[in-house]
């Protein structure tokens, strides 16, 4: 049964009636038909009162529960319900869920029982940390985003200045809330932390210059300089070297949950990276550990420091620029590979067996990369091969120029070589020497005992890492950063760890992404209804799938009505 309106053309113009209808089967047409219950008659002259009290009278007898129609079809001195706003509901309350079942809000408030607070300083974390998952903002911006735009559990507005003094908190107590809120991730969800993957990222300041050291007093009236933060460093993954940045790491367990962030001025070395990630993960008695990192901490001295306290690493190799003798003797070693899966084959080398220094590597060939890494070289060296064609036509001043452009040029110049008599030819040596690492990656490992297999399969988990700082930049929005000193800045990053941390077991325990989710929570808004009696605060009802994505995160959905003010 339902209502609908239809037109009639009269020659006054086009008229709507209104009708109560119910649709048939008809067995002979085998269709659908309609059936005309009552007419209300025309639109515009409907008995609006009379249909009021229909409703009314047929809200009686819906079941216990039910919503009772007749408190929002109520008239008071003429005047009917009347529609204030609506405010975003899902994701807030869902993200509430996870920070309360994770043991986040209860490791914060443990933390602050003692500092008594006026402000309610776990709610305007969880904000911050909303936030930046939802609808990243600035600070100021988020004023407005609490108080207009999203419902905020316990927290109706907020000002800036006690946003900032809630970073600040969260900043004191940063080694502790990571490590309780670690304890309470790995006994919830039993995470392996037998493999810790780390790689590290940059982000830049869009600022004049750089940060400047400076010489404080210690508590013993001795002089120390401090180094400034925000420095400006050749290494950088955003291409922007002129300007000032931070290193941003995350230690990532095999099932891509960051577990602990860490941040440094912008020229800070890996050396000294190493060495405190290794310091820190030791004080949280994670058992033995194998270190998984990209080919950027790849040194000596590196090796050594992840191979302390009876850890062991997963490396990768550089094979090309910057590649080391024994790399390079790895990849010619004499061998059979061994097919891993329908692509990929891999290879054991162990160099100096009888040696102290001995090194476990093992190579990786793709066949499917070798044939576009083939392929590809091809193309260039066909171009090549048609522009010294062409160089051989030109003479004089023309023909030096063309020929340093060719011999300097990114790509063509790595396949030239000059005779001593001046002329450019194809490098023939070079070509079959790329030809060696076509489709390969080579990894290297201090465990013996791990097998090869596991040794491959634990390197190409390091993309859970990769896809935590894609996702920190384009989901999240880590920058813009509009901080300026080291406290706020290192407190910026922690925020955007909390948020990652939450999206990232919430994928895990769902199996749909964060912008799958996002649109079904999208629809679940708070509405705000002004009434004779009050203000009343109620939320749609949940599709199946929203009702699906709650019970998959053990939380319970949001009620329909919240509260009502007289």
Known sequence: MYARTVTTKTKQGPVEYLQLCHNEHDPVKKRSKTHVIYN??????????????????????LPDGATDLHQFTHTHNGHELEFLGSRQLGGTWLLDGMWKRLGIQKTITSLLKDRGFQNPVERMLFALTANRAL?????????????????????????????????????????????????????????????????????????????????????????????????????????HPELAQVVICFAVTRGGIPVRCWSWPGNTSDQAIVQEIKEDLNQWELGRTIYVEDTGFNSAKNRRIFQGAGDHYIIGEKLRVGSKAEAQAALRQQGKFKKLSENLEIKEVILDPESTTRRRFVVVRNMSEAKRDAAKRSDIIHEVERRLAELSQEKGELHTKKACALRSHQVFGRYIRQTKTGKLLLDQDKIKREALFDGKYLISTSDEKLSAEDVVLGYKQLAS????????????????VYHRREDRIKSHVLLCWLAMLLIRIAENETGKTWFQ???????IQLGSFKIPEGTVHQSNELTPQGKGLFNALQIDAPPRFFRIKA
């Not at 025309?42 to 009379?50: A, N, P, S, T, Y």
């Open 40 to 61: 209300f008659g025309r639109l515009d002259q409907v008995d609006h009162e009379g249909v009021r009290r229909l409703i009314r009278s047929l809200s009686r007898f």
């Open 465 to 480: 890492v990769e896809r935590v700082f894609r996702d920190m930049k384009h989901l999240i929005d880590i920058r813009p």
């Open 135 to 239: 609808a990243p903002s600035s600070k100021l911006s988020l004023e407005h985003w609490v108080a207009h735009e999203a419902h905020i559990p316990g927290l109706e507005k907020v000002d800036v200045h006690q946003l900032y003094r809630a970073m600040d908190v969260l900043m004191e107590s940063s080694e502790a809330i990571q490590r309780r809120v670690f304890q309470q991730v790995a006994n919830l969800f039993n995470l392996e932390v037998d493999l810790i993957f780390i790689d590290t990222t940059t982000t830049y300041f869009e600022m004049e210059g750089e940060d400047e050291d400076f010489v404080v007093l210690d508590e013993n009236d001795q002089d120390y300089e401090v180094q400034g933060y925000r420095k400006r460093s050749t290494y950088g993954k955003d291409n």
């Open 517 to 523: 989710m996002k649109k079904l929570f999208a629809q």
